[in-house]
């Protein structure tokens, strides 16, 4: 899918990373320092090891990770993280293109497109999320993209110092009650028990394929929740399952890290049986609060969710979390392409990691 304008130079060559290899990856390892920094989340080894061995999902024995070479020289990669959609009664592969960088130099000359390729030929429907400003204008120029928005972001202010800014005090202005509900605790229903797990069951599993219905999203199972919430490296996560009468109706994940004096919440999954909703995101809120965040923030494409997080005070701020996808298959295009069925999160692609 080469642009016009980006005519692929032949001596360009692409390779897969094999299961074997050994030598690719340091010299792999010393062009990911050089651009991300040495002590980066993705010059990270543990988390490297984590994201392209360690991904359940992935039906090869090789890596998903592919790298753009002159000669001996690397120039760029791409990863992916291959998932399986809920899509209504049936599942549906797809991967997330992850770890994308190329050499400045290189960026207009024939390597994007030739490693998006190998996105596209390896998986039916590739997917991108929260990409930066130089690769979205790439990705929108790039034939068979298509440009699904940005992903909502909520936000509860749980501190006063949190309404400092004055473009905080207006966003709350706009949004009726927001104010009057920004600093008061969440209140968790009488009847739910909330507690901490070390990893999520298959009790979590069933209880997403209930409540899914008809939105597309990644499969929330219990081996990739655990992947994704127990196993990452670098960062802390605390899972929590909420249960009414013994049965278990919602769960969600949170994480909090500080940033200069302020204390930062993220509600990172939470999905629960329709008429729990509310009550489970407040319990979820009301842990971060009892951790001592002073704010809270939660990226979530998915009306119900925003719905259930403004009825207890979030108020939505500028996003920039931009979601595209790609697919050759017709049949396909035509549901993917209704970004009002999607159900996309913070825990989706690559996007939580360290800030």
Known sequence: MALPSEAPAPVYAIRRLRAADRTVPEELFRFIQAAWGADSWHADRDRWEWQFHGVPTNGHAEPPLWILTRGEEILGQVGAIPVRLSMGAREQPAAWACDLMILPEYWNRGGFPLLMREISRGYPLALVLGMNRKAYALFQRSPGWTDLGVIPRLQLYCSLGSLASARTVVALARQAGSAVRALAPARPAADLAVRSVARFDERVTALWDRVVGERIAVRRSAPWLNWKYAGQPRLTHERLEMESRGTLVGCAVLRVETMGPERLGYLIECFAEPPALVG????????????????????????????ALRRIGFVRRRSGMKFMLRTSDAALASVVRDRARWYITRGDADQDRPR
Do not use: H
């Not at 995101?281 to 009306?303: E, K, M, N, Y």
């Open 280 to 307: 489970v995101t407040s319990a979820a809120v009301a842990r971060l609060q009892q951790l001592g965040v002073d704010r809270i923030t939660c990226d979530v494409l998915d009306p119900a969710t925003e719905q």
